[in-house]
């Protein structure tokens, strides 16, 4: 077999199912490979910070490795931000990227694409992603292969390949799997017997709900989990999208001073916190009206489990939850803590006044009760607040990283991984980032629905500095560029008319449709208006 086969068909025995990338000439003999054996389909993409996003994305929603192939050098390290952002968000995507070949690398000119030493490439990834190898002796290779891969989805982390060009059609073995570690039996016991207790001591027990349940798969597990305990279920802000489409009873989202006062209480006067997969980061945190101790809580996340002041290591989160079912009753437990149930602004009145983020949160909304949910990738800004205020629905977006330009490239993985037709919310100074994306959904037969927040600003940033006028944004028309790039475009600029392009929007399938919304600057979200109001008064108090 050769090598660049026996990686291919690793990738899809270990998950994957799409390959994003885009090709240079170190890369162009996989490339070759890929596109001629079949084994997983490719995707290009016009700049890798795409590549990047729609390899996580895909990584998101399959519950799987997302696989991101690129170039040397040039290509490699226009994915770096986009990897950082999955290291720091615990999605397992795969970076492979071309090399120079061994004779090239021996030959002592600087080679093309080199950025200091032949190795950098290979430290900058170090830094973020769990497992590295080069692949350059087909002997070692299938070894060092099967522990990336087993240590990308045990770890739900992105990994790193480096196959130098000249080893591609190198001969190896087939790639075996490792089998997953050992389960260490006697802790996992005493752990999940530890937290149980807690739980059942607790007056006012709550289970919160973040990222890492989705990238283990175990989303049902947890809320029969929570359904035999008796435990209400929110999610983290990032967390948000989790459980959409099972019947776990979801209070909503903890979005601290920015959300629901109830789900607030619900969490902050909690003491039984359960942290399940929740990445303690300030966006899921930060926004606190007390200060939640964490040391009352019982956190699980990264294999491990932290009690009070003590640590269970290497406890897999599907493996503490397996232990918890085993051990949990089977009955609901006689707990009085689930009654808070969010509510979600619908209705839209389809009348001549101005449009507000939290008029296109009705708008999807009544769009989705009508027709049913459709995935959402959402970018950073003020659409992804609004989001908040849309109806449970698979959610994915950089919560915590907060990388601009997530959002096109994402609803592209979204609709390679899964052929489901996306919505992607996207505000205006990000779709100048990666909107271009966008034109390669012809190619593909994709047909997301684009709803661009046009404020002509920086919005978010100016709700931190107001008096800066560069947050002003130009007003680039943006619904203009569709017909070229290969969709229908409209310009929105009252309620009436959002609706109709809505209703066309979903009417009209296999061309993406771009819904350019215009808004006034300084309309803001439910979620942000209340978030800017506690900013105001934090800035205020201090400085007293
Ligand atoms: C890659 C910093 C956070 S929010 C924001 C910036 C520049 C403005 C977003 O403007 P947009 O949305 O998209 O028009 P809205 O609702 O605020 O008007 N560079 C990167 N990522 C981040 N997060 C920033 C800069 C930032
Ligand atoms: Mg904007």
């Given at each position: 077999?050769?090598l660049?086969h026996?990686?291919?068909?690793?990738?899809?025995?270990?998950?994957a199912?799409v390959?994003?990338?885009?090709p240079g000439?170190?890369a162009?003999?996989f490339?070759?490979v890929?596109?001629?054996?079949?084994?997983?389909p490719?995707?290009?993409?016009s700049?890798?910070?795409?590549?990047?996003?729609a390899a996580?994305?895909?990584?998101r929603?399959n519950c799987?490795?997302?696989?991101?192939?690129?170039t040397y050098?040039?290509?490699a390290?226009?994915?770096v931000?986009a990897?950082?952002?999955?290291?720091?968000?615990r999605?397992p995507?795969?970076?492979i990227?071309g090399?120079?070949?061994?004779a090239?690398?021996a030959?002592?000119?600087?080679?093309?694409h080199?950025?200091?030493?032949l190795?950098?490439?290979?430290?900058?990834?170090r830094?973020?992603?769990c497992?590295?190898?080069?692949l350059d002796?087909?002997?070692r290779?299938?070894?060092?292969?099967s522990?990336v891969?087993?240590s990308a989805?045990?770890?739900?982390?992105?990994?790193y390949?480096?196959?130098?060009?000249?080893k591609?059609?190198?001969?190896?073995?087939?790639v075996a799997?490792?089998?997953?570690?050992?389960?260490?039996?006697?802790?996992?016991?005493?752990c999940a017997?530890?937290?149980?207790?807690?739980i059942?001591?607790?007056?006012?027990?709550v289970l919160?709900?973040?990222v890492?349940i989705r990238r283990y798969g175990?989303e049902d597990k947890?809320?029969?989990?929570a359904?035999?305990?008796?435990?209400?279920i929110?999610t983290?802000?990032m967390?948000?999208?989790l459980?959409a489409g099972?019947n776990?009873?979801?209070a909503?989202?903890?979005l601290?001073?920015?959300g629901q006062?109830?789900?607030?209480?619900l969490?902050?006067?909690s003491?039984g916190?359960?942290?399940?997969?929740?990445?303690l980061?300030?966006?899921?945190?930060g926004?606190s009206?007390?200060q939640i101790?964490?040391r009352?809580a019982?956190?699980?996340l990264?294999r491990?489990?932290?009690?009070?002041y003590?640590?269970?290591?290497?406890i897999?989160?599907?493996a503490?939850?397996?232990?918890m079912l085993?051990r949990?009753?089977?009955?609901?437990?006689?707990k009085?803590?689930?009654?808070?149930a969010?509510?979600?602004?619908?209705?839209?009145v389809?009348?001549g006044?101005?449009?507000?983020?939290?008029?296109i949160?009705?708008?999807?909304?009544?769009?989705?009760r009508?027709?049913g949910?459709?995935?959402i990738a959402a970018?950073v800004?003020d659409?992804?607040?609004?989001?908040m205020?849309?109806?449970?629905?698979?959610?994915v977006?950089p919560?915590?990283y907060?990388?601009?330009g997530?959002?096109?490239?994402?609803?592209?993985g979204?609709?390679?991984?899964t052929?489901?037709r996306?919505?992607?919310?996207v505000?205006?100074?990000a779709?100048?980032m990666?909107?271009?994306?966008?034109?390669?959904?012809?190619?593909y037969?994709?047909?997301?629905?684009?709803?661009?927040?046009?404020?002509?600003s920086?919005?978010m940033?100016?709700v931190?500095?107001?008096?800066?006028r560069?947050?002003d944004l130009?007003d680039?028309?943006?619904?203009e560029?569709?017909e070229?790039?290969g969709?229908?475009?409209e310009?929105?600029?009252?309620?009436?008319?959002l609706k109709?392009?809505?209703?066309?929007a979903?009417?009209?399938r296999g061309?993406?449709y771009?819904i350019e919304i215009m808004?006034?600057?300084g309309a803001?979200?439910?979620?942000l208006?209340?978030?800017?109001a506690r900013l105001?008064?934090?800035q205020?108090?201090?400085?007293?």
């Open positions: 077999m050769q660049g026996a990686l291919l068909a690793a990738l899809k025995d270990h998950g199912e390959i994003f990338g885009i000439d170190f162009l003999p490339f070759k890929i596109e001629e054996s079949g084994i997983l490719l995707y290009t993409l700049h890798e910070p795409g590549v990047g996003f996580d994305a895909v990584a929603v799987s490795l997302g696989v991101a192939a690129v050098g040039a290509g390290f226009n994915l931000n990897i950082a952002g999955a290291c720091a968000e999605s995507v795969v970076v990227s090399a120079p070949g061994t090239e690398r030959s002592g000119l600087l080679l093309h080199q950025a200091k030493t190795d950098s490439q290979f430290r900058v990834f830094e973020i992603t497992d590295q190898a080069r002796d087909p002997e290779a299938p070894a060092e292969i522990r891969l087993r989805l045990d770890q739900s982390m992105p990994v390949l480096e196959l130098p060009r000249d591609v059609t190198a001969e190896c073995e087939a799997k490792t089998p997953p570690g050992p389960v260490p039996t006697d802790a996992l016991a005493e017997a530890e937290v149980l207790a807690r059942a001591t607790a007056r006012t027990p919160m709900a973040g890492e175990i947890v809320a029969e989990l359904g035999r305990l008796g435990l209400p929110v983290s802000f967390g948000r999208g459980f099972s776990a009873h979801l909503g989202t903890y601290g001073v920015a006062p109830e789900i607030t209480d969490i902050e006067q003491d916190l359960l942290l399940l997969g929740v990445i980061s300030d966006t899921n945190f926004v009206r007390r101790d964490l009352h019982i956190q699980a990264g491990q489990v932290q009690i009070g003590h640590v269970y290591p290497d897999a989160l599907d503490l939850v397996d232990a085993a949990a009753p089977d009955a609901v437990a006689n009085t803590n689930g009654t808070v969010a509510e979600y602004p619908a209705g839209l389809a009348d006044a101005p449009i507000t983020p939290t008029d949160a009705r708008a999807v909304n009544d769009m989705m009508a027709q949910p459709m995935p970018d800004g659409c992804l607040f609004t989001a205020d849309i109806e449970h629905t698979q959610l977006a919560g915590y907060a990388g601009m997530f959002g096109v490239p994402g609803g592209l979204i609709q390679a991984a052929g489901l996306p919505l992607i919310l505000g205006d100074g779709f100048q990666t909107g271009w994306e966008i034109g390669n959904c012809r190619r037969d994709w047909d997301p629905i684009v709803m661009v927040f046009n404020n002509a920086w919005g940033l100016r931190f500095q107001p008096e800066s560069f947050n130009d680039w028309h943006f619904a560029l569709a070229p790039l969709g229908i475009g310009r929105v600029t009252i309620r009436a008319e109709s392009a809505l209703d066309r979903v009417a009209t061309r993406f771009l808004l006034e600057r803001l979200s439910n979620t208006t209340r978030y800017a105001k008064r934090g205020g108090s201090s400085a007293e």
